[in-house]
Antibody, heavy 118, light 103 residues
Framework: QLQLQESGPGLVKPSETLSLTCTVSGGSISSSSYYWGWIRQPPGKGLEWIGSIYYSGSTYYNPSLKSRVTISVDTSKNQFSLKLSSVTAADTAVYYCARRASGWYGYWGQGTLVTVSS | DIQLTQSPSFLSASVGDRVTITCRAS??????LAWYQQKPGKAPKLLIY???TLQSGVPSRFSGSGSGTEFTLTISSLQPEDFATYYCQQPVTFGQGTKLEIK
């Protein structure tokens, strides 16, 4: 069964870079059928799509975050990663990684809370 | 950018009720829409994709319809486990959510 697991620091200082990794198990990240994405949810608020990546490295980013976001993939480790630079308190959220098939996200990680605070 | 607007934002209903949530897109998106259910502290769960296709394992009391700019999610007979927040989604945008509460 496919599983996704986010990992990374739970606390990041303002102006620094948030870095998270999603480890995929029970399936290959190199499958041609899927994209892999990051979605976040500020406390008590709705879902925001951050971006997606294909195993080949092709990426798509939310225009509102594009200048600060980098998503990368490491097929040898079956992982993909998120970097968000110049963070502020507004970037405090639960960050989810997920697998996208034909536009929808059928498998999600459990989510990881990242707090931006000094 | 395509915007998705859900209505209502809050909905109070009783077990056994039939409820409908609407999602309107700012421009036509054909049938390229999904619905998710999210419970507190949990990741969203895919219920319906391609506007009307039920995800495997999802109870048949859930149904979706619509195309173009207007879509609906219907729960035919609310069960206690259905009280949650529901989101619509087209690939790069989510609606703002509809919180379904027990009356």
């Amino acid at each position: 069964q496919l599983q996704l697991q986010e990992s990374g620091p739970g606390l990041v200082k303002p102006s620094e870079t948030l870095s998270l990794t999603c480890t995929v198990s029970g399936g290959s990240i190199s499958s041609s059928s899927y994209y892999w994405g990051w979605i976040r949810q500020p406390p008590g608020k709705g879902l925001e799509w951050i971006g997606s990546i294909y195993y080949s490295g092709s990426t798509y980013y939310n225009p509102s975050l594009k200048s600060r976001v980098t998503i990368s993939v490491d097929t040898s480790k079956n992982q993909f990663s998120l970097k968000l630079s110049s963070v502020t308190a507004a970037d405090t959220a639960v960050y989810y990684c997920a697998r996208r098939a034909s536009g929808w996200y059928g498998y999600w990680g459990q989510g990881t809370l990242v707090t931006v605070s000094s | 950018d395509i915007q998705l607007t859900q209505s209502p934002s809050f909905l109070s209903a009783s077990v056994g009720d039939r409820v409908t949530i609407t999602c309107r897109a700012s421009q036509g998106i054909s049938s390229y829409l999904a619905w998710y259910q999210q419970k507190p502290g949990k990741a969203p769960k895919l219920l319906i994709y391609a506007a009307s296709t039920l995800q495997s394992g999802v109870p048949s009391r859930f149904s979706g319809s619509g195309s173009g700019t207007e879509f609906t999610l219907t729960i035919s007979s609310l069960q206690p486990e259905d009280f949650a927040t529901y989101y619509c989604q087209q690939p790069v945008t989510f609606g703002q959510g509809t919180k379904l509460e027990i009356k």
